[in-house]
């Protein structure tokens, strides 16, 4: 389908797709005819065009996205993330590595902490039931002593 061709009414000169048409008194024109300062101000008192979005940017060091919330940080010229600036900043200053906390695997208690914990159950029973006995002889002592 042919692209319609806009002619300005008072020359009647072609205009471009790309050249704005102005518009008079319902007339349109060419930016030469509409006169130069009414062009210009056309063109300023028309609304701006939507700037677009910045590309979202990346940690330099992790390569994860920088959310639009969250502020960039920069680490010798580089872009980086906020954790990511935090480590880099740690190895910097000489501190250690940082190292995120991993949970350690429970280890099985070594045969003489066994070995002395059940001893001490052992001794600890033993001496209860010490108790419970000579509680019982004694209850029944006095029960005996009771009885006419």
């Known amino acids: 389908m042919p692209v319609p061709i806009t002619v300005c009414e008072q020359c009647h000169r072609p205009l471009a797709p790309a050249e704005p048409a102005y518009v008079r008194r319902d007339r ?33 060091n992790c390569s994860r996205i920088i959310g639009k919330l969250e502020s960039a940080q920069t680490f010798n010229g580089e872009v980086v993330c906020f954790e990511c600036a935090g480590r880099l900043a740690q190895q910097s200053a ?14 099985a208690p070594s045969p003489a902490v ?13 001496v209860g039931l010490f108790i419970v006995l000579a509680l019982l002889g004694a209850a029944l002592a006095i029960a005996v002593s009771k009885m006419p």
Do not use: K
Request: hydrophobic fraction near 40%; include cysteine.
């Open 114 to 126: 066994t070995e002395s914990a059940v001893a001490n159950g052992i001794v600890r029973a033993a």
């Open 94 to 107: 000489g501190a250690a590595p940082y190292r995120s906390p991993s949970p350690s695997p429970i280890s």
């Open 28 to 60: 349109v024109l060419c930016r030469a005819c509409f006169g130069p300062q009414a062009a210009a101000a056309a063109d300023a008192a028309s609304p701006p065009a939507m700037a677009s979005p910045p590309p979202p940017q990346s940690c330099a």
